[in-house]
């Protein structure tokens, strides 16, 4: 398994959270960004980890910001890209299990780190279903097409 992620301001100390249970977990990620508190912009974030992950570089994103939710429209605008904002763990396991979602988005003004630390574990363990889902999964994917994203 492979995590690329990345944050702004406002989702940058829980990254560094997140971080540490990666290694902890011993499983292989890249930190895209940013590596001090100042303020960015989170689109140029959800770009870089969007973009490794619609090559396939990466298996699996997590952007955080204060929400979450910057993250996770600017991640949805790149063709590919299933990003999902989950702050339980349920929403985690069903993003990956039903709607093949690969990159998850956690806001750190919104959640502790100990939930989110859970939710990173459960999307990371979770797999996706295929069967019925893969076919809906096709819809989503034939949506951008037509709509110009791929
Ligand atoms: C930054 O202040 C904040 O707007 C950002 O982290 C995020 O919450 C946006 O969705």
């Known amino acids: 398994m492979w995590v690329a992620l990345a944050s702004d301001h406002g989702g940058f100390r829980l990254k560094k959270e997140i971080i540490v249970f990666l290694r902890q977990e011993g499983i292989a990620f890249h930190d895209l960004g940013p590596f001090s508190e100042e303020a960015v912009d989170y689109p140029d ?34 063709p590919g890209v299933r990003a999902a904002l989950c702050h339980d763990c349920f929403s985690a396991r069903m993003a990956r299990e039903h709607n093949d979602a690969n ?24 797999e996706f279903q295929g069967g019925r889902h893969a ?4 819809k989503i994917t034939a949506m951008e097409q037509k709509y110009g994203k791929e």
């Open 45 to 78: 974030y959800a770009l870089m980890v969007a973009e490794v992950v619609r090559k396939g570089d990466f298996e699996q994103g997590i952007l955080c910001c204060g929400t979450g939710i910057g993250m996770v429209i600017a991640a949805n605008k790149i």
């Open 103 to 126: 990159i998850l988005t956690l806001g750190q003004r919104v959640i502790g780190n100990g939930l989110a630390i859970e939710i990173v574990r459960t999307w990371l363990k979770a």
């Open 135 to 138: 076919r809906r999964v096709a």
